[in-house]
């Protein structure tokens, strides 16, 4: 497969970087000035509702526990005004990430389409695709057991919930985030697509797998007849990745509108609160990044670390954009210029934006158990495991975009009886968060990529030339 090449390509990191630090530096002189008033009005309102919740808790009269009741929907109202006004005022900024990333999104459905369906139609047959869907299946539910794993033992280590000491939102309340659970049915339709044409307009990227899969099988058993349609599709691939080149040159723009726009809105406030869980969630993700990397060297030794410096274009982007889709086709380029085989990069890597993101997953059973411990309650490690396994399964199939894990935490506190309303506490730096997060999907797919392309005995000298 041609790799992307967008112009003076190999100064693109430079630039992301340069306009990280830029859009920081803009994102906190309009936080202290531009929506400064906006920002005081929300911490005024904040404050406020936290009065009254300690007073519902002790109040007796019904009559002025109504009145209070009312007050505060009616500071709820004016939250949600405000927040909509200094959205407005930081609506240019946050734009330009937003066309970045709906420019990308345009892009991977077909390319995933094309890409697997070439891939699994040179695999050959139904065998070597089965053969190589085990390995990658057990390499990705491994990675995702040791992820949420890792989550569960840290926070149960740090306690951060209990350290911090938060002002929490009553347990009544609601978060904002629609919560979902996920019975084996729901599971099954969202795997299964019922119209391919649906499912590209919606992004739903295990769903094009689904029907990618089968389609290159079909390809692959009429022979000489499917090598037109080979021959269509890894054309029509060569055109998508060139439009993506095209596209990445807005890379530096959407890093500088998103930071700007995040620091803008949090402000670096928001740092000091919250110290104690970013720190140990960003050591717990350091420890996350090990534990993949010596993974990856006991099957692929030495070369781990080469792996490691050509996807930091990608990994980098994920991170300022906090979206790990964003990066999927840099990624493709990176792996295939590392040395795997393209049919086994179009294979394992589409798979793994569904079944594989290791940092939004790691999060998961970190903020679950952070809720509950902020709000005083001991979850047994019994029921710890078995939200684990509950995860285990939710998680799967979620989109690479920003919040989708808030969506399946919401479900999950649901499952175990623990306050919902206790997402509040994580909304405020939740972009900060899935920055990490989206970061460390793109290094696990990564990872997983290599690994599977040294099993089949598909991992080649790199590409010269190419980083």
Same mark, same amino acid.
Request: charged share 15%.
């Given at each position: 497969?041609?790799?992307?090449?967008?112009?003076?390509?190999?100064?693109?990191?430079?630039?992301?970087?340069?306009?990280?630090?830029?859009?920081? &530096?803009?994102?906190?002189?309009?936080? +202290?000035?531009?929506?400064?008033?906006?920002?005081?009005?929300?911490?005024?309102?904040?404050?406020?509702?936290?009065?009254?919740?300690?007073?519902?808790?002790?109040?007796?009269?019904?009559?002025?526990?109504?009145? =209070?009741?009312? +007050?505060?929907?009616?500071?709820?109202?004016?939250?949600?005004?405000?927040?909509?006004?200094?959205?407005?005022?930081?609506?240019?900024?946050?734009?330009?990430?937003?066309?970045?990333?709906?420019?990308?999104?345009?892009?991977?459905?077909?390319?995933?389409?094309?890409?697997?369906?070439?891939?699994?139609?040179?695999?050959?047959?139904?065998?070597?695709?089965?053969?190589?869907?085990?390995?990658?299946?057990?390499?990705?539910?491994?990675?995702?057991?040791?992820?949420?794993?890792?989550?569960?033992?840290?926070?149960?280590?740090?306690?951060?919930?209990?350290?911090?000491?938060?002002?929490?939102?009553?347990?009544?309340?609601?978060?904002?985030?629609?919560?979902?659970?996920?019975?084996?049915? +729901?599971?099954?339709?969202?795997?299964?697509?019922?119209?391919?044409?649906?499912?590209?307009?919606?992004?739903?990227?295990?769903?094009?797998?689904?029907?990618?899969?089968?389609?290159?099988?079909?390809?692959?058993?009429?022979?000489?007849?499917?090598?037109?349609?080979?021959?269509?599709?890894?054309?029509?691939?060569?055109?998508?990745?060139?439009?993506?080149?095209?596209?990445?040159?807005?890379?530096?723009?959407?890093?500088?509108?998103?930071?700007?726009?995040?620091?803008?809105?949090?402000?670096?406030?928001?740092?000091?609160?919250?110290?104690?869980?970013?720190?140990?969630?960003?050591?717990?993700?350091?420890?996350?990044?090990?534990?993949?990397?010596?993974?990856?060297?006991?099957?692929?030794?030495?070369?781990?670390?080469?792996?490691?410096?050509?996807?930091?274009?990608?990994?980098?982007?994920?991170?300022?954009?906090?979206?790990?889709?964003?990066?999927?086709?840099?990624?493709?380029?990176? =792996?295939?210029?590392?040395?795997?085989?393209?049919?086994?990069?179009?294979?394992?890597?589409?798979?793994?934006?569904?079944?594989?993101?290791?940092?939004?997953?790691?999060?998961?059973?970190?903020?679950?158990?952070?809720? &509950?411990?902020?709000?005083?309650?001991?979850?047994?490690?019994?029921? +710890?495991?078995?939200?684990?396994?509950?995860?285990?399964?939710?998680?799967?199939?979620?989109?690479?975009?920003?919040?989708?894990?808030?969506?399946?935490?919401?479900?999950?506190?649901?499952?175990?009886?623990?306050?919902? &309303?206790?997402?509040? =506490?994580?909304?405020?730096?939740?972009? =900060?968060?899935?920055?990490?997060?989206?970061?460390?999907?793109?290094?696990?797919?990564?990872?997983?990529?290599?690994?599977?392309?040294?099993?089949?005995?598909?991992?080649?000298?790199?590409? &010269?030339?190419?980083?």
């Amino acid at each position: 497969m041609e790799p992307v090449t967008p112009p003076k390509k190999s100064r693109l990191t430079f630039y992301i970087i340069v306009s990280l630090i830029i859009g920081i &530096a803009l994102g906190f002189t309009l936080n +202290q000035s531009y929506v400064a008033e906006e920002n005081l009005k929300l911490d005024t309102i904040q404050k406020s509702v936290a009065q009254i919740n300690t007073q519902l808790r002790t109040e007796q009269d019904s009559a002025v526990h109504a009145s =209070l009741e009312k +007050q505060k929907v009616d500071l709820g109202q004016q939250r949600t005004a405000v927040m909509a006004a200094r959205d407005k005022k930081i609506e240019p900024f946050s734009i330009l990430a937003d066309i970045f990333l709906r420019l990308i999104k345009m892009i991977v459905a077909p390319l995933v389409f094309t890409t697997l369906v070439v891939g699994v139609a040179k695999l050959g047959d139904i065998s070597s695709v089965g053969r190589i869907g085990g390995k990658t299946l057990l390499w990705f539910v491994s990675a995702s057991l040791m992820s949420l794993l890792l989550g569960m033992i840290m926070v149960n280590i740090f306690r951060p919930g209990e350290a911090m000491n938060l002002p929490l939102p009553d347990a009544s309340d609601t978060s904002g985030i629609v919560s979902t659970g996920l019975t084996l049915k +729901q599971f099954l339709y969202h795997v299964f697509p019922t119209s391919v044409v649906e499912s590209m307009a919606k992004n739903e990227i295990l769903q094009i797998v689904v029907f990618s899969v089968l389609f290159g099988i079909g390809t692959a058993a009429i022979g000489e007849s499917g090598k037109v349609v080979i021959t269509f599709m890894d054309a029509a691939a060569h055109v998508i990745l060139k439009v993506t080149g095209y596209v990445m040159n807005l890379a530096p723009v959407a890093v500088f509108g998103a930071m700007t726009a995040i620091i803008a809105t949090q402000g670096l406030g928001i740092l000091t609160t919250y110290s104690i869980f970013i720190s140990e969630f960003y050591f717990t993700l350091l420890l996350l990044w090990v534990l993949l990397f010596t993974a990856g060297f006991i099957v692929i030794g030495k070369r781990v670390i080469d792996l490691v410096k050509r996807v930091r274009q990608p990994t980098l982007l994920a991170f300022s954009t906090s979206s790990s889709e964003a990066a999927f086709p840099m990624t493709m380029e990176k =792996l295939e210029a590392f040395g795997c085989k393209d049919k086994i990069v179009s294979f394992v890597l589409p798979l793994g934006y569904s079944f594989n993101l290791d940092g939004s997953m790691m999060y998961m059973t970190f903020a679950s158990l952070f809720i &509950a411990q902020s709000y005083g309650m001991h979850i047994p490690i019994a029921t +710890q495991v078995s939200m684990l396994l509950v995860l285990m399964l939710t998680s799967k199939g979620i989109a690479g975009v920003p919040r989708a894990s808030l969506v399946v935490i919401a479900g999950t506190l649901a499952t175990f009886n623990i306050p919902e &309303a206790g997402l509040a =506490l994580l909304l405020g730096i939740d972009p =900060l968060l899935d920055m990490g997060r989206s970061a460390t999907n793109v290094v696990g797919n990564s990872i997983a990529t290599a690994v599977v392309s040294k099993w089949e005995n598909a991992l080649e000298e790199p590409v &010269a030339g190419k980083q």
